[in-house]
């Protein structure tokens, strides 16, 4: 009854930021990602009959019973599906730089889906895998797969799971991270993302701008088009942001050095190297081009932000049994 488990986290190319339901979180739309290779979680999970209740460990920190909501969700889950009563000893060990503002809720809960339900005995199919990390976080959902996936926002449990659209990304998008902040957010993800969909007045604008980028996305990856793809996910992520400061109350995610990034990338396209921008519920800056470009993309970024705060990625891996 113990099993280990890997998963990478992902970084969203048409951005999630709302849920319909809460509970089992719904989103209120699709959305589209990259797995990315740099970035990943272990998780071993035991099932342990003495167990009065559930342990988790994180990077060998005990983490308090009344923290553990989130975990507790994808175990119950497991043990609803395997109709049996143990709880777990759960030991999570992150390769997420917390500093990258790359959501290690994604690799965690997708590493957790695939090893509590193999302890368990359960041999669910990869999309019965996304629906169960999709209990723990929603950006969880896409880290089952590796490579281009989408995640169908569905109406229910049964139709809310993601599906790779390509799993071998092989023809050359890379990403940097800009680590700008390393200091925990203010506004989680889940507070602030109900926020924009109670109170922002452009909500309903962005149900419309996630149904025209997800085809628009679409179409740029059938064609390997790397600068289409980098201009949707750019626009996508503004607009995904504009909803944060039209929220009441109005929150960012922004920082001055997430402006300056953003200038900085500008100035890089103005001189003829594509590449393009993205941030997600943090202020970091992460940046999308075609590997070729790498050098003269870092020659840009380093005298500014420093070498050892950039960070390159490529395409990764779905979750797998370590
Ligand atoms: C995404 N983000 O699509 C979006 C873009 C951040 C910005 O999913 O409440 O940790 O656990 O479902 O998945 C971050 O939010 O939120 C996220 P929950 P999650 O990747």
């Not at 099932?47 to 308090?64: G, M, N, R, T, Y």
């Not at 909500?203 to 740029?220: E, G, I, L, N």
């Not at 800056?285 to 840009?300: L, S, T």
Request: glycine residues 6%; aromatic residues 6%; neutral net charge.
């Amino acid at each position: 009854m113990k099993a280990s488990a890997r998963a990478h986290t992902n970084i969203a190319l048409v951005k999630y930021w709302g849920k319909k339901d809460p509970q089992l979180i719904i989103p209120q739309t699709d959305s589209l990602s990259l797995t990315l290779d740099k970035f990943f979680t272990d998780t071993t999970v035991e099932f342990i009959e003495s167990l009065k209740q559930d342990e988790l460990i994180i990077d060998d920190q005990p983490v308090a019973p009344q923290k553990m909501a989130k975990v507790t969700a994808v175990l119950s889950q497991v043990r609803s599906l395997s109709h049996q009563h143990y709880f777990a000893k759960v030991i999570s060990q992150n390769n997420v730089p917390m500093a990258a503002g790359l959501a290690s809720s994604a690799s965690a809960f997708a590493a957790l889906a695939l090893a509590a339900s193999t302890a368990a005995g359960l041999h669910l199919s990869p999309r019965d895998l996304s629906r169960l990390a999709r209990r723990g976080s929603g950006s969880a959902t896409r880290s089952i797969f590796g490579g281009l996936v989408e995640w169908h926002a569905g109406v229910d449990d049964a139709s809310s799971y993601a599906e790779p659209i390509m799993e071998q990304v092989d023809f050359g998008i890379e990403m940097i991270a800009i680590l700008i902040d390393t200091k925990q957010k203010k506004v989680s993800s889940r507070g602030g993302m109900q926020l924009s969909v109670t109170t922002s007045p452009f909500y309903p604008a962005w149900r419309k701008v996630v149904a025209d980028d997800m085809q628009a996305m679409k179409t740029a990856i059938s064609k390997r088009d790397i600068n289409q793809m980098g201009h949707i996910a750019e626009e996508n992520a503004m607009r995904m942001h504009a909803l944060t400061m039209s929220a009441d109350p109005a929150y960012t995610y922004f920082e001055g050095a997430t402006i300056k990034a953003i200038n900085l990338i500008k100035g890089l396209r103005e001189q003829g190297i594509n590449c393009y921008y993205t941030m997600d519920a943090g202020p970091n800056v992460k940046v999308i081009y075609n590997h070729q470009d790498r050098q003269r993309i870092i020659d840009k970024l380093a005298p500014v932000f420093g070498k050892d705060h950039l960070i390159i990625a490529q395409p990764g891996p779905g979750a797998h049994l370590i």
